[in-house]
């Protein structure tokens, strides 16, 4: 039996895992990463547009600050997130964008003087001061009110990546490849690491650790076409799920990004419409500015997903044998500005479809992008139920996306995140509650156990294929847990996922190898992936309202009357073949945004008393403080206090041009 | 979109598992109807799924982002994701990269590699501790240098041009146009404060910049277009004139 000890170990090596490593050693803690991959492979690497931050340097950008940025990610989460969480979050964003420069990302740089761009369709020139030149650009993101999202041309999450990586080997960080955990050691209702198994040789190890942080990304490969790298299977969340213990939060808010090139479902980032792409229909007439007049194309990405997929159905889509697409046009761009800043969209062009963007049309649908919905944390990345075990990136539900996340959040709250959870999990560790109380021959349990797993699997003979299982479940959730939904097809959906779960209890494995045996791992992840795809569609289910990117045509309203709670779901008993669901309560009373129109279409909102009630006193606090020359962050204080929540090193005021500077 | 075409392809697969002792490399040949629009991604999907699900080989973002999947297509390495099978004839060789460990069939740990130059050549930022205060405003960077250094930091590490390499087939030891791409990209930073002596110590010998013999093939297979010879050049006239 071998095992492995170490103070923090960390399932996952993208951005959010590799943070958190280089945080924890950075402590004075010893830090092992299991990864599928080497971690430059990880999915973080194909962010390409940006990172928001409200640094606020170049022109479009001035007058931004963490209020603006909260009050963006609010509405853009339509309510759902968590408040105080999302303000730690802006927080924390211009020191994380200012760490990863220093230690290497080769950030885009504002020019002072005069540059061309394209807004709305219209060549404008747009003047840059002399003070900000070399200082870090930013550019314009859908449901941004600011130009807010720094970038590397469009390399963004492949340069923050190699620099966090590079970081994490500078610490020494100890990073096992081609690991995959199976388990969690769970004992006493605490988290004592996991079981992992060895992709190359097949061999079972156990990690025992203090704290156990899960940053494995999203679940998007559960459906059948996803902008996810296929690793992207949700693993993470589907071993916390089977611990019985800990918790999933919003697993049925998943996001359709609206540019994915058809059929393949590659992304083209949100960058291209942010730059002043436009979308067209069939005969190439430009459709968003009859739906979102204000926004157009740059409305939130739920609500641009929504108006195609509307588009489409009202006959305007273009005919190909993979269904109907639109198209993305980014020639107004000009190649040059489109081989420099979208050359990783040009690239895809070529090599996928075989044009060029800067003379064709992409042909684009919206197609699912991200998962909302996590293990759900406190605002520590600690699972609310299971001590010990942490959570963060897309793989948790922190819950400053809510039920839809915009663009360029995602980066950004992985480094935030990570940045923040490493300060909680060193304080656990030097703690003297983190000391372990684990007998060992409950390692050995654990570690027998998946053993047993695995010789099942493969002793079992003339049993189901992992693979039909699979591609029927992403077919299912695709068709019926999609863009819009409603209460027929879902519970057609669940009826049917319920069944294939049943039947992968009796998948078999053809190959018989227990070493690097692709059959094998597709085989338990199927059975994982199906748990996980119960857990969206049956929440979805019971979720009768529509808000963010959780859409029920039997329900349009958003409905806060009823509906502002997380969904929380588990798993307790290892034979039941339904999740267990429950809700959380999204407390109005001391939000320092209560809920209000998010200022897409008509107003749906059926509004809960209580919000009223509480923009009367934020309004009453915001009028006496301003009365008397308060600053913003003063005011900001007094309507929702949440420094003290951070790690005191991170709680500094934020230097900006032109504000403090 | 181009007309459909229903070639069938012959796939030959190198095959072989290092962990079965019995095993012994070998070719396998498949055939699949090819597809629209379909890339040797697709098509080994195909394979796995249909007739052998034994099959090992490794894709990630299959975007040609990651440089997971590079292997030899038709002997050249490149990234298998993002090519297309229409590009091809009727019958494709697929081999694994050689000169990295082999996992099995067309799957290789680059990882292992990568990692120890990365750690022999200090791929990383070498700056001042404590000269970082996250509240103040970032250091400025001239604009033109950040896209240069950002030029050179796309590399995806997928291991094409350690494959393509000659000095690297005579010695082991060789860093590869990977590694000088990277001394070459850190050269550049101002936030590097590594001295000329510093890097010297690092690339200036026969495993590093002097072990080159300037074959072309690096820069030829990289499917990222960086301009791997001319930066062996300036680093190689970089630690000539520090000499002196």
Redesign the interface.
């Known amino acids: 039996m071998k095992i492995i000890y170490t103070d923090v170990l960390i399932i996952g090596g993208g951005l959010a895992g590799l943070r958190v490593a280089t945080g924890v050693k950075e402590r004075g803690h010893d830090a092992v990463v299991l990864t599928l991959v080497p971690p430059k492979r990880s999915h973080s690497s194909a962010a390409q547009g940006g990172m928001q931050a409200s640094l606020a340097n170049c022109n479009m950008g001035e007058g931004d600050n963490e209020d603006i940025h909260f009050s963006d990610t609010i509405k853009g989460s339509d309510w759902g997130a968590d408040q105080e969480v999302a303000r730690m979050f802006v927080h924390c964003a211009p020191k994380a964008i200012r760490e990863l420069a220093h230690w290497g990302v080769p950030w885009t740089r504002v020019h002072r003087g005069d540059h061309n761009a394209i807004i709305n369709a219209k060549k404008v020139t747009i003047t840059e001061k002399d003070e900000a030149h070399g200082l870090i650009t930013a550019r314009d993101f859908g449901g941004t009110k600011k130009w807010r999202t720094c970038y590397t041309s469009d390399g963004t999450g492949h340069s923050m990546l190699y620099a966090m990586d590079n970081q994490a080997h500078k610490e020494k960080v100890e990073i096992h490849e081609r690991q995959e955990a199976m388990s969690l050691i769970v004992d006493d209702g605490r988290c004592y690491g996991a079981i992992s198994r060895n992709l190359m040789t097949g061999e079972l190890v156990a990690y025992v650790a203090k704290a156990t942080t899960i940053a494995t990304g999203g679940y998007g490969r559960i459906y059948s076409v996803s902008t996810n790298a296929i690793i992207c299977q949700g693993m993470g969340q589907a071993i916390a799920l089977e611990t019985g213990v800990a918790t999933l939060g919003n697993m049925e808010a998943i996001q359709f990004h609206p540019t994915a090139i058809v059929p393949v479902g590659i992304l083209t980032t949100e960058g291209c419409r942010g730059d002043g792409g436009l979308l067209l229909d069939k005969d190439g007439y430009r459709f968003m500015p009859d739906y979102e007049p204000e926004k157009k194309e740059l409305a939130s990405r739920d609500v641009v997903s929504r108006r195609m997929t509307e588009h489409i159905r009202k006959g305007k889509g273009v005919k190909s044998r993979y269904g109907d697409h639109l198209w993305l046009d980014i020639t107004i761009l000009g190649r040059e500005h489109i081989e420099k800043n979208l050359r990783e969209v040009k690239e895809i062009c070529e090599n996928f479809l075989g044009i060029d963007p800067a003379v064709d049309w992409i042909p684009v649908r919206p197609t699912q992008h991200y998962s909302m919905g996590g293990i759900r944390t406190k605002y520590t990345g600690e699972s609310q139920t299971l001590k010990g075990l942490y959570s963060c990136g897309e793989a948790a539900c922190w819950d400053m996306h809510g039920f839809n996340r915009l663009g360029g959040n995602s980066v950004s709250e992985t480094v935030v995140a990570g940045m923040l959870v490493a300060e909680y999990i060193s304080d656990f560790c030097d703690s003297h509650e983190s000391s372990m109380h684990i007998h060992s021959s409950k390692i050995e349990i654990a570690l027998k156990e998946e053993n047993a797993k695995i010789d099942a699997l493969l002793a079992n003979e003339n049993g189901e294929s992992a693979f039909k299982l699979r591609r029927r479940m992403e077919e299912i959730l695709m068709d019926k847990v999609g863009i819009f939904r409603n209460g027929e097809d879902l519970q057609d959906a669940v009826n049917e996922l319920e069944e294939l779960y049943k039947r992968s209890k009796n998948i078999e494995v053809t190959a018989k190898s227990r070493a690097a045996n692709p059959a094998l791992f597709n085989a338990y992840r199927t059975q994982r992936m199906l748990k996980l795809a119960l857990t969206v569609a049956y929440g979805a289910l019971l979720r009768t309202e529509s808000r963010g990117a959780h859409s029920r045509e039997d329900y349009p309203s958003r409905d806060d009357a009823n509906w502002l709670k997380r969904t929380i779901t588990s798993w307790p008993d290892p034979e039941q073949t339904m999740p267990s669901v429950s809700y959380e309560d999204i407390p109005i009373s001391n939000m320092e945004m209560p809920p209000g129109f998010r200022g897409y279409g008509k107003d749906m909102t059926e509004a809960h008393p209580d919000s009223r009630v509480r923009q009367s006193a934020v309004d009453a606090i915001r009028e006496k403080f301003e009365k008397e020359g308060a600053s913003r962050q003063e005011i900001q204080n007094a309507l929702m206090p949440f420094l003290d929540k951070l790690p005191k090193k991170y709680r500094g005021t934020n230097e900006r041009l032109g504000e403090n500077v | ?2 007309e459909e075409n229903n070639r069938v392809l012959k796939i030959s697969i190198l095959r072989f ?1 290092p ?2 002792p019995e095993d012994f490399p070998h070719m396998e040949t498949f055939e699949i109807e090819e597809a ?2 379909m ?1 040797l991604f697709v098509a080994l999907n195909e394979i ?2 249909h007739h ?5 080989f ?11 999947c590079s292997m030899l297509v038709n002997g050249k390495p490149t990234l298998a994701c ?1 090519t ?1 099978t229409k590009t091809l004839g009727e019958s494709i060789t697929l081999a694994p990269l050689p000169l990295f460990e082999l ?2 069939d067309l ?1 290789i ?4 590699w ?2 120890g130059m ?2 022999r050549l ?4 070498h ?1 001042e501790e404590g ?2 205060n ?10 033109a240098l ?2 240069e ?2 030029e050179l ?2 590399c ?2 997928c291991g094409c041009c350690v494959a393509g390499c000659g000095t690297i087939q005579m010695n082991k030891d060789f860093v590869g146009a990977v590694g000088l791409n990277k001394i070459a990209r850190y050269h550049l ?1 101002p ?2 404060k590594r001295s000329e002596d510093d890097y010297y110590e690092i690339v200036g010998d026969e495993d590093g910049v002097f072990g080159c013999m300037t074959l072309l093939g690096c820069e030829d297979v990289c499917p990222k277009d960086l301009p791997l010879q001319s930066k062996i050049a300036y680093l190689r006239r970089m630690m000539v004139k520090n000499a002196y």
């Open positions: 979109m181009s598992d962990n079965d629209y629009g890339t796995r799924e052998d699900n034994s099959l090992k490794d894709f990630v973002c299959r975007a040609g982002i990651c440089g997971s993002r297309l996992i099995g799957s740990y680059t990882g292992k990568m990692r990365n750690e200090e791929t990383w930022i700056t000269t970082l996250v509240d103040k405003l970032e250091e400025r960077m001239e604009p950040a896209d250094i950002y930091d796309r995806i590490e930073d936030r590097d």
